[in-house]
C-alpha cells in the first residue's frame, strides 16, 4: 500500500497535480455515473469511465448550443434528458445538426415525461376568440383560430404539466393553475376553462 500511495503521488507531481485534485476529479466522475444507468461499470476500466463521461459532457454542449441557436434555454436536467435520447435514437443515416434540432424541437413541445414520448399524441391548441353568453347563460364560441400545432401530449400527463406548458407558451398566464383553470375531456380533445364560471379559453384538439 505505502509503495502504491507513493506511485500515486510520483505520478500526480509529474502532472502538476494534488491527492486533492484526484479526490475531486473521482467525485465529479462518481457524480456522474451515479445519475446514469450504467450497468456494466465492473467492465470499465478509469480511463473508459472519464472518457464516457466526456463524451457526456461534449453532447450536453452540442446540445445546449442548438437549443440556444433555436431559441430555448434550457436547463442541465433538461438537456440531459435530450441527450439521453439522442444517444437511444442516434441514426447514422442522418444528419447530426437535424437530429439534434428535430430532437429539441420535440422536447419543448412536449407534455408530460418525456421517456414515454413513445406514447404520445400530436395536438393542435384552438384558441376561442370570440365568446358570447346566450339567454339561458350558456357560453358560445363564435370564433376561434388555431395558433400552434405539433404539440406533443404523453399518455401520463397531468393538468398541471398541461398548464405549466400553456404559461410557458403565454396561452395562459402565470397565475394560471388547477385551482383556477380548469381541463376537461377525453384522448381527442382538452376544454381548456376557467374554473370560477365556465368560460371557454380554448381547446387542445388531437391532429
Request: proline letters at 0%; charged letters at 35%; glycine letters at 4%.
Amino acid at each position: 500500500m505505502e509503495n502504491i500511495n507513493k506511485r500515486i503521488e510520483e505520478l500526480l507531481s509529474k502532472l502538476g497535480k494534488t491527492k486533492e485534485d484526484l479526490a475531486r476529479e473521482l467525485e465529479n466522475l462518481n457524480q456522474y455515473i451515479e445519475s446514469q444507468d450504467h450497468g456494466y461499470l465492473d467492465q470499465l476500466s478509469l480511463e473508459r469511465m472519464f472518457s464516457v463521461k466526456q463524451d457526456f459532457e461534449n453532447k450536453m454542449e452540442d446540445a445546449r448550443c442548438h437549443a440556444e441557436y433555436l431559441g430555448y434555454q434550457l436547463s442541465d436536467d433538461e438537456l440531459a434528458r435530450i441527450v439521453r435520447r439522442f444517444e437511444a435514437k442516434y441514426d447514422c443515416d442522418i444528419d447530426e445538426n437535424s437530429q439534434w434540432d428535430i430532437l429539441i424541437n420535440i422536447y419543448v413541445n412536449t407534455i408530460g415525461n418525456f421517456k414515454n414520448i413513445n406514447k404520445a399524441d400530436k395536438y393542435k391548441l384552438v384558441s376561442y376568440i370570440s365568446v358570447y353568453e346566450d339567454e339561458s347563460n350558456n357560453y358560445i364560441v363564435n370564433d376561434s383560430i388555431i395558433c400552434k400545432t405539433g404539440i406533443t401530449i404523453c399518455d401520463d400527463v397531468t393538468d398541471e404539466e398541461i398548464i405549466g406548458y400553456l404559461k410557458k407558451i403565454d396561452f395562459l398566464n402565470e397565475k394560471a393553475t388547477t385551482e383556477n383553470i380548469k381541463l376537461d375531456g377525453d384522448d381527442y380533445f382538452i376544454e381548456i376553462e376557467e374554473r370560477k364560471n365556465g368560460y371557454p379559453l380554448g381547446k387542445l384538439v388531437r391532429e
